[in-house]
């Protein structure tokens, strides 16, 4: 059937973007998320528009069984996957003792399980292919500690940390890996993760990048095969100054942003 790209968490926002980023540059893809009927209306369109093929499969991958399922479908297609892109996650905003402790574990189980299950099957397939590129879809949150946010920037510093370990181990192999840093992007994240009234997207204009701007540079920098990916100028800065900044200064910004 050819070459693809996975795409996990692509029926909406930096996924969904992505999804269409690679059509536009003729990748067959399989896209992945938990609503099929928002994945089968994208599908449709990218079909219509690039003339690509587009497989779409649900799964939660919260579920470990869910994951399981998932990869003996992909393996039976009997496809090359030359890039694998795990973008699947959420977030959760507030007070971490007051949080609901079901989000949370769903949170953990996205942000970090499912995206080591999907990395350690991926890579598993590219050493059969005998090249592959991982990307993994972190955050600038992963520079960072984050009160009101505890739980989703601590995930996002082990997706950070996770892929620097892996890029040591892969060196020597023709298997490649990304990490890709947005910082706040307008998707339905901040919605799911309870931030639509928050000063971070209502008070800061421009700093918040779109999906579609942050896709287009994340391809870009993933075909040049860069590991460290953070796409706007701002966000570039912050993390550049991250390491100088007092974390009691940082945490008093980000508490001021989330809410």
Known sequence: MGHFVIITGSSSGIGKSLAKVCAKNKRNLILVARRIDELNLLATELIDTYSVKVICISSDLTVSSEREKLFETIEGLNVTIDICINNAGIGLNGAFVNSDWKKL????????????????????????????????IASTASFFAGPYMAVY?????????????????????PIHLSVVCPGPTKTEFQHVAGMDTSILFTKTGNAVQTADEVALYAFRKILAKKFLIIP???NRLSV????????????????KLHH
């Open 105 to 136: 574990n769903q949170l953990m189980a996205l942000n970090m399980e499912a995206l080591v299950h999907v990395s350690k099957f991926y890579l598993y397939i590219a050493q059969k292919q005998g090249y592959g590129h991982l990307v993994q």
């Open 232 to 234: 706007g100028a701002l």
């Open 153 to 173: 920037y601590a995930s996002k510093a082990f997706v950070l940390s996770f892929s620097k370990g892996l890029k040591a181990e892969l060196a020597s192999t």
């Open 240 to 255: 550049r100054f991250s390491a100088f900044t007092p974390t009691f200064f940082s945490n008093w910004i980000i508490m």
